[in-house]
C-alpha cells in the first residue's frame, strides 16, 4: 500500500491499515471488537489522534474505529476521489430577479479536503448550481467572496466592509441580497448590519448551516434555498436571519436582525425570535408573513450607510459575588461602554456599587439588560433597581445583551455626549426595544409536563 493511499494517517491506525493492505477510499467490511462495520475509509485529519480509522457508512454518516480493535479489514472495492463538486454554468433567465451572494465564511456546500480530511466550502455560481440546481428556478445567482473566516473571527473590519459592500450591491441594482455566514455569531452581525445598513429598498437575507454538506442531515441546501428565495421574491425590506424552523426539513423561519438568538449549540432549529413572534415562514411553496409591521420593498436605490463603531465596548454577564476589581479592570484599560446582562428584572451587587460609579464618573456609559433574554429591564421596581439607576446605569429596555452591544459599539462610535449617546440607543431602529411582548412570544416546551405533551401530540403527523 502506498504512502500516498495512507495519507493523513499515522501511527497505529496506519499500521494497521498497511498491515490489511487497504487505504483511502477502499470499500471495506471492517470486523472489530466492538462489532462488524461496512464503509469507505476517509482520510484522517492530520492534526487528529493516530488511534482511530474513520469510515464513511452507508447512511452518510461518520465513524472512528479504534484501531487497536481491529481484527480484520477486507476490502471489496475502491472509489476514485473527487475533491471538486461538479460546476455548471449557472443558467441567466432576463425574466427572473438578480441576487447577490456575499460570503464571508460558513459551510454552504462542501467538499472533502484530502490532506486534513476537513470540509472545504464550495461558493462559486456554477459550485452551488451543480449543488443546488434548485437554486436556477429562484434567480440569476451571483457569488462574492468577501472573506473567508470563522463565524467567531468576524469583527469590526468585516462588519464595515459587509455594510459598505452591501450598500454597493443596492446601488447596482441587485433585487435582493444574501450573506453567508457562520451559525455562532450570526445573530450578532444580524444586530450590527440592521444598526450600519437602514431603509435598504430590498430583503438583505443572512443564512448558515449548523451541519456541512457532506452529512446526509445537513441544513445547508434548504437554508440556501430558502434564503435565496427570500432575497429574490420576498417583501420585507430588513435585514433577516433564515434558518431552519422545526427539526425537521419542514420550513425555515425568518427572524427580524436585532431580535434573534443562536439557542442550542447543535440543533438545526438552533436560531429563535426571542421576545417577540418570527417574521415569516418560508418553504417549498412559498412565503408566509407572520406580521405586517415591515418595511416593504422598494423600485428605489437610496439606502442609508452609517459603520460608525466604537471597539472599546463590553457585555460583562452578572454573576453573584462578583467583584468590583472587574469593572474597575475594564474603565482601567480605556473602554467607554459596558452593557451588562444583570439579573431579574436588572440587577447587580451591593459591592458593585462603587465600581459602577467610578465607571460612570470617568465618562464610561453603562446599559442595563437582562439576562433572561426574555422580558425588560424594569428598574423602577425594587430598590436595587433604582440604586442603580442613580449611580448612571440606564436601562435597555427589553433589548438582547447581544443586540444592546452592537448598538453601544455603533452609537459610542458616533457620539460621546451622554444624552446623545442615550438618545440613540433608546430610539428603535428595527424592534431592538419593543413596547410590549406578545402573549405569545414566549413558550417553552419543557419534555414530560402534560400540557405541552398534549399539544405536541396534537400537532405530531
Request: net charge negative.
Amino acid at each position: 500500500m502506498s504512502d500516498d493511499a495512507l495519507k493523513g494517517y499515522r501511527g497505529a491506525a496506519r499500521k494497521v491499515l498497511r498491515s490489511h493492505g487497504v487505504g483511502v477510499w477502499s470499500d471495506v467490511d471492517v470486523v472489530s471488537t466492538k462489532g462488524k462495520f461496512t464503509g469507505l475509509i476517509l482520510p484522517r485529519s492530520e492534526t487528529a489522534d493516530d488511534e482511530h480509522i474513520v469510515l464513511k457508512l452507508a447512511s452518510g454518516y461518520n465513524i472512528g474505529v479504534a484501531a487497536a480493535a481491529v481484527e480484520t479489514i477486507t476490502e471489496h472495492g475502491r472509489r476514485e476521489a473527487h475533491y471538486k463538486i461538479p460546476e455548471k454554468d449557472f443558467p441567466v433567465d432576463p425574466n427572473k430577479p438578480n441576487v447577490v451572494l456575499l460570503g464571508t465564511g460558513g459551510t454552504i456546500a462542501s467538499r472533502l479536503d484530502y490532506r486534513t480530511g476537513a470540509v472545504i466550502p464550495a461558493f462559486s455560481p456554477g459550485e452551488l448550481y451543480g449543488s443546488v440546481p434548485e437554486l436556477a428556478d429562484i434567480c440569476n445567482l451571483r457569488t462574492e467572496k468577501l472573506y473567508g473566516v470563522f463565524s467567531e473571527n468576524m469583527g469590526p473590519e468585516q462588519y464595515i466592509r459587509l455594510a459598505e459592500r452591501i450598500g454597493e450591491a443596492i446601488g447596482e441594482g441587485v433585487d435582493g441580497i444574501v450573506v453567508g455566514h457562520g451559525t455562532d455569531t450570526m445573530h450578532h452581525t444580524a444586530a450590527v448590519l440592521t444598526y450600519m445598513v437602514q431603509d435598504s429598498p430590498v430583503p438583505i437575507v443572512m443564512v448558515g448551516s449548523q451541519r456541512s454538506s457532506d452529512r446526509p442531515s445537513s441544513d445547508a441546501a434548504i437554508n440556501l434555498m430558502h434564503a435565496v428565495k427570500t432575497a429574490a421574491e420576498g417583501d420585507i425590506a430588513e435585514v433577516l436571519v433564515c434558518m431552519f424552523g422545526p427539526t425537521s426539513d419542514q420550513y425555515d423561519l425568518l427572524h427580524r436582525g436585532t431580535r434573534v438568538r443562536k439557542m442550542h449549540s447543535s440543533y438545526r432549529s438552533t436560531f429563535r425570535t426571542i421576545g417577540d413572534v418570527p417574521m415569516g415562514i418560508v418553504d417549498q411553496e412559498g412565503i408566509r408573513y407572520l406580521r405586517g409591521d415591515f418595511k416593504h420593498r422598494r423600485q428605489d436605490r437610496d439606502v442609508r450607510i452609517n459603520t460608525a463603531f466604537e471597539e472599546k465596548v463590553t457585555i460583562v454577564y452578572y454573576y453573584p459575588n462578583m467583584k468590583p476589581d472587574i469593572i474597575d479592570a475594564i474603565v482601567e484599560k480605556g473602554y467607554r461602554g459596558i452593557v451588562i446582562a444583570g439579573t431579574g428584572l436588572g440587577h447587580i451587587n451591593k459591592p458593585l456599587y462603587g465600581a459602577i460609579k467610578r465607571a460612570t464618573d470617568a465618562g464610561v456609559h453603562i446599559y442595563m439588560t437582562v439576562q433572561t433574554l426574555w422580558g425588560y429591564v424594569q428598574m423602577y421596581v425594587y430598590e436595587t433597581g433604582r440604586e442603580i439607576m442613580e449611580l448612571g446605569v440606564v436601562p435597555a429596555a427589553n433589548m438582547l445583551p447581544e443586540a444592546a452591544y452592537m448598538k453601544l459599539c455603533w452609537a459610542l462610535g458616533q457620539a460621546d455626549d451622554r444624552d446623545e449617546v442615550r438618545r440613540i440607543m433608546l430610539t428603535p431602529v428595527s424592534d431592538e426595544i419593543t413596547e410590549r411582548e406578545p402573549y405569545n412570544g414566549y413558550l417553552v416546551y419543557q419534555g414530560a409536563v402534560p400540557e405541552v405533551q398534549e399539544f405536541l401530540r396534537s400537532i405530531k403527523r
